[in-house]
């Protein structure tokens, strides 16, 4: 099984500051895998998919980087509602695995 | 617009099974697969398996395996998760989710509290 870590598991941050959260695999996935935002009491969004596609509708400030192990997620000036739990998901390999999840706080 | 609609909070005693439903609409629900993720409490997402609405073929994660069935109506456009021999740690949200068609999941439904409790 891949087990994706992600860093950090928390940050606080103020509005327009850029935001960089990053996402390993333990074994090379490609660009297989995508970034998801989730808000208290929400279901999961689409943001990233295939490490740095964006998904139709994402604001701009959203990318994504990355292939092989490292990736990464930024949010480019960060917005008040930005504030949720980001998570990577892998698809290289069954079972899919998501990572623990990176919680974005506003100050 | 693509909508993922789940039934309503399940209350199971251990031992149990429980049958979560997801219903699919503005898209053809034969052509994209619907996999189930669920969220314990104070944990992350954990993918549970996903189900081809075309010919009702699924798969499973291991951990799941033997108790995790995964069925499809196509009449219905609805997919279900049944999960079976309930315990505690089964206590969660059961999401579906529709995959664009690169095992990405582009629409999640509401999801589906399921308590597991004595």
């Known amino acids: 099984e891949i087990v994706l870590t992600q860093s950090p598991d928390f940050q606080s941050v103020t509005p327009k500051e850029k935001v960089t959260i990053t996402c390993r695999a333990s074994q090379s996935i490609g660009s297989s895998l995508h970034w998801y935002q989730q808000k208290p009491d929400q279901s999961p969004k689409l943001l990233i998919k295939y490490a740095s596609q964006s998904f139709s509708g994402v604001p701009s400030r959203f990318s994504g980087s990355g292939s092989g192990t490292d990736f990464t997620l930024t949010i480019n000036s960060l917005e008040a509602e930005d504030a949720a739990t980001y998570y990577c998901h892998q698809s290289s390999s069954l079972p899919h695995t998501f990572g623990p999840g990176t919680k974005v706080d506003i100050k | 617009q693509v909508q993922l609609v789940q039934s309503g909070a399940e209350v199971k005693k251990p031992g149990a099974s429980v049958k979560v439903s997801c219903m699919a609409s503005g898209y053809t629900f034969t052509g994209h697969y619907i996999h189930w993720v669920r969220r314990a409490p104070g944990q992350g997402l954990e993918w549970m398996g996903w189900i081809n609405p075309n010919i009702g073929g699924a798969t499973y994660a291991q951990r799941f395996q033997g108790r995790v069935t995964m069925t499809r109506d196509s009449s219905n456009n609805t997919a279900y998760m049944e999960l079976s021999r309930l315990k505690s740690d089964d206590t969660a949200v059961y999401y579906c989710?529709?995959?664009?068609?690169?095992?990405?999941?582009?629409?999640w439904g509401q999801g589906t509290l399921v308590t597991v409790s004595s």
């Open positions: 989710a529709r995959d664009e068609g690169g095992y990405d999941l582009d629409y």
